[in-house]
């Protein structure tokens, strides 16, 4: 593999990304308006990622009154987005990287150790978006009281 990018940092321009979402719809960042929560979760129907889609549906018309589009984003086809959206009845769009080039470009993509043995896997990590620009990044992220961060840093824009 060639040199990782340099890793993104707040002020630089967004990469755009343009990928299948549950229901069938392709997602294209350019293409929405006002502030985009990008958020990149390791895998479908875990404890965690589970625990964070319910935060983010259940915050969901709170960003939605600040102007706000929530995007999640892991490597899951679009069919296991569906069965993991309809199991829990969420409400946010769940967008498939399935070849992983969006989690490269974002910089998630990482080697991860668990019980002394490296692995690849996607980082839990959150972008704020606003006109094509990285407004606030959160990076290795604990889900208790993340979306509520999150919220307080959508108003504040």
Known sequence: M???PALLTEGDPAPQVSLPRDGGD???????????????YPRDD???CTTQAL???AQRDAFAQAGATILGVSKDT???HEKFAAKHDLAIALLSDAEGDTCERYGV????KMYGKSFMGIERSTFLLKDGTIRRIWRKV???GHVDEVL???RAL
């Open 2 to 4: 060639a040199d990782s």
């Open 26 to 40: 392709i997602v294209t960042l350019a293409e929405i308006s006002g502030p985009v929560v990008l958020y990149f």
């Open 46 to 48: 875990t404890s965690g």
């Open 55 to 57: 935060d983010f549906t």
């Open 78 to 80: 679009v069919a296991k």
């Open 109 to 112: 993509w990482v080697e991860k």
């Open 142 to 144: 604990k889900v208790p």
């Open 152 to 154: 307080d840093a959508v």
